[in-house]
């Protein structure tokens, strides 16, 4: 019996002496020095802000430019980094069929051109007939009969030529339309810009409905960026408001931005940019800022910025 308290005592003794020890490592162990994080957070450039996250886009947004009809492409006239001025083109549909359509419509109009030829020819004769009819009419050597008959000859003719005439206008019609839609065929630049994107080649399919869009143009020698503010601070936001962004890992450098315009359609937040806390079933106020695209520190369309509104 004194032996099993003997041993009861050791092992209690045994247990505080190990929590003791357990309680002093972790002592020493949150006494270690906190690393400071490996980029420095952005200074709040205000007394008073509100934080957003933007993405970078050109400027008057992204042109995404596609194509009139379903087709196989022909060739692409441009690359990225291509700067083109509005109209010039950008890429070819196969033209082949509409091409083939064209020579049979133009052979169409020289038919009609003939015909017109030859009714203008009988119109002639026809004419010349009545004019000699009616004078052997008028000392009543010719009949009334011949003379009607001859009238009647001569608005059959008459029509016919209208008729010839207006199918020559008709091929005519034909033919602008046909070559109206081989010129729909080259996609033009709407607008003077950068080519950002090309996501089509010589030899592909493309449709109207693709969800990947066959060319992204876009002016990038100013950029703005689309900011997006949660909508329970969006009634802060003012007109006007100064705002400074920063790149994602470059804090020490801000960029000054300028006012454009607030969007006044709140709408799902889509932009995400991968923090543990964001969150994603919010809508937000979108505020558009614009800035130049300096050379010495490019800022390319789709980054993303952390921007400070002042209040």
Same mark, same amino acid.
């Given at each position: 019996?004194?032996?099993f308290?003997?041993?009861?005592?050791?092992?209690?003794?045994? &247990?505080?002496?190990?929590?003791?020890?357990?309680? =002093?490592?972790?002592?020493?162990?949150?006494?270690?020095?906190?690393?400071?994080?490996?980029?420095?957070?952005?200074?709040?450039?205000?007394?008073?802000a509100?934080?957003?996250?933007? =993405?970078?886009?050109?400027?008057?947004?992204?042109?995404?430019? &596609?194509?009139?009809?379903?087709?196989?492409?022909?060739?692409?006239?441009?690359?990225?980094?291509?700067?083109?001025?509005?109209?010039?083109?950008?890429?070819e549909?196969?033209?082949?069929?509409?091409?083939?359509?064209?020579?049979?419509?133009?052979?169409?109009?020289?038919?009609?051109?003939?015909?017109?030829?030859?009714?203008?020819?009988? =119109?002639?004769?026809?004419?010349?007939?009545?004019?000699?009819?009616?004078?052997?009419?008028?000392?009543?050597?010719?009949?009334?009969?011949?003379?009607?008959?001859?009238?009647?000859?001569?608005?059959?003719?008459?029509?016919?030529?209208?008729?010839?005439?207006?199918?020559?206008?008709?091929?005519l019609?034909?033919?602008?339309?046909?070559?109206?839609?081989?010129?729909?065929?080259?996609?033009?630049?709407?607008? &003077?810009?950068?080519?950002?994107?090309?996501?089509?080649?010589?030899?592909?399919?493309?449709?109207?409905?693709?969800?990947?869009?066959?060319?992204?143009?876009?002016?990038?020698?100013?950029?703005?960026?689309?900011?997006?503010?949660?909508e329970?601070?969006?009634?802060?936001?003012?007109? &006007?408001?100064?705002?400074?962004g920063?790149?994602?890992?470059?804090?020490?450098?801000?960029?000054?931005?300028?006012?454009?315009?607030?969007?006044?359609?709140?709408?799902?937040?889509?932009?995400?940019?991968g923090?543990?806390?964001?969150?994603?079933?919010?809508?937000? =106020?979108?505020?558009?800022?614009?800035?130049?695209?300096?050379?010495?520190?490019?800022?390319?369309?789709?980054?993303?910025?952390?921007?400070?509104?002042?209040?």
């Amino acid at each position: 019996m004194i032996l099993f308290k003997r041993l009861s005592f050791y092992l209690a003794l045994l &247990g505080m002496v190990g929590i003791t020890t357990f309680v =002093l490592r972790l002592r020493a162990s949150s006494s270690e020095p906190i690393l400071p994080p490996p980029l420095a957070p952005p200074a709040k450039p205000f007394a008073k802000a509100i934080g957003a996250s933007g =993405l970078v886009e050109a400027r008057r947004e992204n042109t995404l430019v &596609g194509v009139p009809v379903p087709g196989l492409v022909k060739s692409v006239k441009v690359a990225v980094w291509d700067r083109v001025q509005p109209g010039a083109p950008l890429l070819e549909l196969d033209d082949r069929e509409l091409r083939a359509a064209l020579a049979a419509q133009r052979a169409q109009v020289a038919v009609t051109e003939a015909q017109i030829v030859t009714a203008r020819a009988t =119109l002639r004769r026809i004419r010349d007939s009545l004019v000699r009819i009616e004078r052997l009419r008028e000392g009543n050597v010719a009949s009334e009969e011949a003379l009607e008959s001859t009238r009647n000859e001569a608005a059959v003719a008459e029509a016919q030529v209208a008729t010839a005439e207006a199918q020559r206008l008709a091929a005519l019609a034909t033919v602008t339309q046909t070559e109206t839609l081989i010129e729909r065929l080259t996609v033009r630049a709407p607008i &003077g810009g950068t080519i950002l994107q090309v996501n089509v080649r010589a030899g592909e399919y493309v449709s109207t409905a693709s969800a990947v869009t066959p060319l992204v143009l876009g002016d990038i020698d100013e950029v703005q960026v689309r900011a997006d503010v949660d909508e329970q601070v969006a009634p802060r936001v003012r007109a &006007g408001a100064k705002a400074v962004g920063y790149l994602k890992g470059d804090s020490a450098r801000p960029i000054a931005m300028e006012f454009v315009r607030i969007e006044p359609y709140v709408v799902p937040k889509r932009s995400l940019t991968g923090a543990s806390t964001e969150r994603v079933d919010t809508r937000v =106020l979108q505020v558009i800022y614009r800035f130049p695209n300096a050379p010495g520190r490019p800022v390319y369309v789709g980054q993303q910025l952390d921007l400070y509104i002042e209040e």
